[in-house]
């Protein structure tokens, strides 16, 4: 099944989320191992560096095209560099790293529907 004809904006943003949803693996790899070592009473702040290394380059990729996921991932770096309890950071990078997910599929699903070629699909209905 072949899916629907994008114009060239809608490929550069899809390539854009592509990237930027390989990011957000990474990051998410970097909090998983933070959990782990706050459960084990060990640093932490090795882990917090990590994700703010991996997720810098994440805002600079969406603020043109994306800026309110890319403010999400701006929280995302504000709350790694906040000292506290590691358990509390940790609850918190995992659901800001859920939610930014979350707006990605969205932003693609949204990006298929608002730059898809809608000459193709009136002509095979």
Same mark, same amino acid.
Not at 3 to 28: N, W
């Given at each position: 099944?072949?899916?629907?004809?994008?114009?060239?904006?809608?490929?550069?943003?899809?390539?854009?989320?592509?990237?930027?949803?390989?990011?957000? #693996?990474?990051?998410?790899?970097?909090?998983?191992?933070?959990?782990?070592?706050?459960?084990?009473?060990?640093?932490?702040?090795?882990?917090?560096?990590?994700?703010?290394?991996?997720?810098?380059?994440?805002? #600079?990729?969406?603020?043109?095209?994306?800026?309110?996921?890319?403010?999400?991932?701006?929280?995302?770096?504000?709350?790694?560099?906040?000292?506290?309890?590691?358990?509390?950071?940790?609850?918190?990078?995992?659901?800001?790293?859920? #939610?930014?997910?979350?707006?990605?599929?969205?932003?693609?699903?949204?990006?298929?529907?608002?730059?898809?070629?809608?000459?193709?699909?009136?002509?095979?209905?």
């Amino acid at each position: 099944m072949v899916g629907p004809k994008l114009d060239g904006a809608g490929i550069e943003k899809l390539k854009t989320l592509e990237i930027a949803q390989g990011h957000l #693996q990474r990051v998410h790899s970097f909090v998983e191992h933070m959990a782990v070592a706050a459960k084990g009473q060990q640093p932490t702040a090795t882990y917090a560096s990590q994700v703010r290394r991996a997720a810098v380059p994440m805002v #600079q990729l969406l603020k043109t095209q994306f800026g309110m996921i890319a403010e999400l991932v701006n929280a995302l770096l504000m709350t790694s560099a906040r000292t506290g309890s590691d358990q509390i950071r940790v609850r918190t990078l995992r659901e800001l790293v859920a #939610q930014i997910r979350v707006q990605l599929e969205i932003s693609v699903i949204k990006t298929m529907e608002l730059h898809s070629d809608k000459d193709d699909t009136a002509a095979t209905h």
